[in-house]
Each structure stands twice: as structure tokens, then as C-alpha cells.
């Protein structure tokens, strides 16, 4: 990481102010934080010639959030109207709907592709059987709107942030609350687990990024990362990088050295998602730009730029082929890179 002094003493104590701090707390707190800038190298990616390949819609309200099947078979979508529905992500038809009466915050599928998760203004966090459509539990009230939610990797716990200012780890099976980590001082926006369910990454509108062992509620790192507030986290499939989105840059995590890798510029405005291909060697990002982008994970060079809505969720398919996104036009639109 790198700290711009005028001052060699001023640096000195910087850097050994940072060390202190560390080893009381593990914590990251220079702030703030720089790292080299978008590469300028050009990159080879089929992304380069992505296109629009299907757009699929219900109606004129804007959908908040999107999320894809395992199998990559179907999307689920959450809108502002209280509806969640389930689209073919092949042919674009819808094949069900369920009535959430409660605007849909946020929305995820369990590993195997049989639950459907739903989180929502009410502050209930709901789970339904996808097959049938049928409502399976909800888990105990907030008073506040359900931020986010995150099914581990195994699908036996539901991790659920609130403007509580805390994750809630909820086994699926019995509805009971499992582990709360504390720490945040502000809405917790965004949680995302790694690829073995061991660590869990949230954001907040406090600015930082914290990282917590899954099993004892411990933190383990946090990262001061904006003045503004942090909007979407995206895991490397290796759980060694974490990407996040706040203001108009993403920034690029190595989690074994708990340094900043890059910054990935080019964004106008606030980055709303992010999500990192099943390879690892694509990101793509939305913002309220009006623009979707595709970058080259390893060099950080920007592959490609489309031009959407502003956008609030992006995906990538399982197989890495195609993203799909939604915003506020209350569509789903369908994006696949070139063979």
C-alpha cells in the first residue's frame, strides 16, 4: 500500500503508528487508502464483444435485486413492489412468482438451488421452497429492513444485516439465531462469505470492511476503505481477494497480506455491485453511471464498458458466459461474451 509523505520522519511514524494498531487489534487504519490505478495494458477477453442477448421484465418498477441459480438454469429477482419471481434464464419466461408483501431488499439462493431466500422491508427475512413456490419460515423480526442476506457455503446458515449495525448468522433448519458480530457503527450493507464458509466479509455505511471467523464471531481484519459508504463485496472463487464498491472505485483486496492490491477507475458515480467470474479472472461492476463494466482481474485493465440503466445488481452465469443485470428500468437484461 502506498502513503505519500512530504515528511521521511512523518512516514516513520505513520508506518509505526499502523504497526501498533495492528498488533493490538489486527486492524488495517491508514486511511486513506491508495494503491497503482487502473492498468492501461490491453487485454484479449471474449467480454470484448459482449452483447445484449435477452431482456426479460414483469413491469415498470425497479428491481433491486437479482441472483442466479446454482445449475445457472433460472434468475430470481426482488422488486420494490414486494414481489420476488423466478425467470427460465434461457428463454427469459417467467415460471413463478411469490408474494413477498414487502419490498425486496435483497435475494439469494441456498447452494443446491431447492430454497429461496427473500429479505425485506419489513424486516423479516423469508425463506421458499423454489419447486412449488410454497413459504417455508421466516426468522425473527427486526425493527429495520432486511440490508442483505447470504446463504454459507454449505446452506445451513442465513447471514442477514440490518441498520441494527450487525450480521446475524440464523440456522436454516431450526430459525434460531446462531451468532451476532458486532462492530460496525453504521448499517451493514453488504456480507458475502468466502468459498469455504470459514470467513464472512460484510460492508458498512461506516466505510469499513471487516472480516470475522464464521465459527467464533471473531474479527479478524478491518479495512478502511471509504469515506462513503460500502454497497457490494464479491469474494475471489480462492477466497484470496476481496472486491468492494463504494463511491466511483472498486478496490481490490489481498487478503494474505491485508494490503490494498489496485484500484480499478472509471466509474462516475457510486458502485452499486460488483461480482467476480466462476475463473476469477473477470470482474464486472454497475454503478448509477448508467453503466455496466468488465475488467481484467489480474491487471485490472477495463475489458469493457456497456451502457445500461443505473444498475443495482450485476451476476455472473455459472459458467462465466453471461452476466445479467437490473436496475432501475425494472428489467433483467442478459449479456453474453463472445466464443
Same mark, same amino acid.
Given at each position: 500500500?502506498?502513503?505519500?509523505?512530504?515528511?521521511?520522519?512523518?512516514?516513520?511514524?505513520?508506518?509505526?503508528?499502523?504497526?501498533?494498531?495492528?498488533?493490538?487489534?489486527?486492524?488495517?487504519?491508514?486511511?486513506?487508502?491508495?494503491?497503482?490505478?487502473? @492498468?492501461?495494458?490491453?487485454?484479449?477477453?471474449?467480454? &470484448?464483444?459482449?452483447?445484449?442477448?435477452?431482456?426479460?421484465?414483469?413491469?415498470?418498477?425497479?428491481?433491486?435485486?437479482? @441472483?442466479?441459480?446454482?445449475?445457472?438454469?433460472?434468475? @430470481?429477482?426482488?422488486?420494490?413492489?414486494?414481489?420476488?419471481?423466478?425467470?427460465?434464464?434461457?428463454?427469459?419466461?417467467?415460471?413463478?412468482?411469490?408474494?413477498?408483501?414487502?419490498?425486496?431488499?435483497?435475494?439469494?439462493?441456498?447452494? *443446491?438451488?431447492?430454497?429461496?431466500?427473500?429479505?425485506?422491508?419489513?424486516?423479516?427475512?423469508?425463506? $421458499? &421452497?423454489?419447486?412449488?413456490?410454497?413459504?417455508?419460515?421466516?426468522?425473527?423480526? =427486526?425493527?429495520?429492513?432486511?440490508?442483505?442476506?447470504?446463504?454459507?457455503?454449505?446452506?445451513?446458515?442465513?447471514?442477514?444485516?440490518?441498520? /441494527?449495525?450487525?450480521?446475524?448468522? $440464523?440456522?436454516?433448519?431450526?430459525? /434460531?439465531?446462531?451468532?451476532?458480530?458486532?462492530?460496525?457503527?453504521?448499517?451493514?450493507?453488504?456480507?458475502?462469505?468466502?468459498?469455504?464458509?470459514?470467513?464472512?466479509?460484510?460492508?458498512? =455505511? *461506516?466505510?469499513?470492511?471487516?472480516?470475522? /471467523?464464521?465459527?467464533?464471531?471473531?474479527?479478524?481484519?478491518?479495512?478502511?476503505?471509504?469515506?462513503?459508504?460500502? =454497497?457490494?463485496?464479491?469474494?475471489?472463487?480462492?477466497? &484470496?481477494?476481496?472486491?468492494?464498491?463504494?463511491?466511483?472505485?472498486?478496490?481490490?483486496?489481498?487478503?494474505?497480506?491485508?494490503?490494498?492490491?489496485?484500484?480499478?477507475?472509471?466509474?462516475?458515480?457510486?458502485?452499486?455491485?460488483? @461480482?467476480?467470474?466462476?475463473?476469477?479472472?473477470?470482474?464486472?461492476?454497475?454503478?448509477?453511471?448508467?453503466?455496466?463494466?468488465?475488467?481484467?482481474?489480474?491487471?485490472?485493465?477495463?475489458?469493457?464498458?456497456?451502457?445500461?440503466?443505473?444498475?443495482?445488481?450485476?451476476?455472473?452465469?455459472?459458467?462465466?458466459?453471461?452476466?445479467?443485470?437490473?436496475?432501475?428500468?425494472?428489467?433483467?437484461?442478459?449479456? &453474453?461474451?463472445?466464443?
Amino acid at each position: 500500500m502506498t502513503v505519500t509523505q512530504t515528511s521521511s520522519v512523518g512516514l516513520m511514524a505513520i508506518a509505526a503508528l499502523t504497526v501498533i494498531l495492528a498488533s493490538c487489534d489486527g486492524s488495517s487504519s491508514d486511511f486513506p487508502p491508495t494503491a497503482r490505478p487502473t @492498468a492501461s495494458v490491453t487485454v484479449s477477453s471474449p467480454w &470484448q464483444s459482449a452483447q445484449l442477448v435477452r431482456t426479460m421484465t414483469k413491469a415498470d418498477e425497479p428491481i433491486r435485486q437479482i @441472483a442466479m441459480s446454482p445449475d445457472g438454469q433460472t434468475i @430470481a429477482s426482488g422488486s420494490v413492489e414486494g414481489n420476488a419471481d423466478l425467470w427460465d434464464f434461457k428463454t427469459g419466461k417467467q415460471l413463478r412468482d411469490f408474494s413477498v408483501r414487502s419490498r425486496v431488499e435483497s435475494i439469494a439462493f441456498s447452494p *443446491d438451488g431447492q430454497t429461496l431466500a427473500t429479505g425485506g422491508d419489513d424486516g423479516k427475512a423469508r425463506l $421458499w &421452497q423454489v419447486s412449488t413456490g410454497q413459504f417455508m419460515r421466516s426468522f425473527p423480526r =427486526y425493527p429495520f429492513p432486511v440490508q442483505t442476506i447470504a446463504f454459507s457455503p454449505d446452506g445451513t446458515t442465513l447471514a442477514t444485516s440490518s441498520w /441494527k449495525k450487525t450480521v446475524e448468522l $440464523w440456522d436454516v433448519a431450526t430459525g /434460531k439465531l446462531r451468532r451476532t458480530f458486532t462492530g460496525h457503527s453504521d448499517t451493514v450493507n453488504a456480507i458475502v462469505f468466502d468459498h469455504n464458509g470459514k470467513t464472512l466479509a460484510s460492508g458498512g =455505511y *461506516d466505510g469499513t470492511i471487516r472480516l470475522w /471467523k464464521t465459527a467464533t464471531g471473531e474479527s479478524i481484519h478491518t479495512f478502511v476503505a471509504s469515506k462513503r459508504p460500502i =454497497y457490494t463485496l464479491a469474494f475471489s472463487p480462492d477466497g &484470496q481477494t476481496l472486491v468492494s464498491g463504494s463511491d466511483d472505485t472498486i478496490r481490490v483486496w489481498d487478503l494474505t497480506t491485508a494490503q490494498l492490491k489496485t484500484t480499478l477507475l472509471g466509474h462516475t458515480d457510486v458502485i452499486t455491485a460488483v @461480482a467476480i467470474a466462476p475463473d476469477g479472472r473477470t470482474i464486472v461492476s454497475g454503478s448509477r453511471d448508467k453503466t455496466i463494466k468488465l475488467w481484467d482481474a489480474g491487471t485490472g485493465a477495463l475489458i469493457k464498458t456497456l451502457s445500461v440503466d443505473p444498475t443495482l445488481a450485476v451476476v455472473f452465469s455459472p459458467d462465466g458466459r453471461a452476466i445479467a443485470s437490473t436496475g432501475n428500468d425494472g428489467k433483467i437484461k442478459v449479456w &453474453q461474451a463472445s466464443k
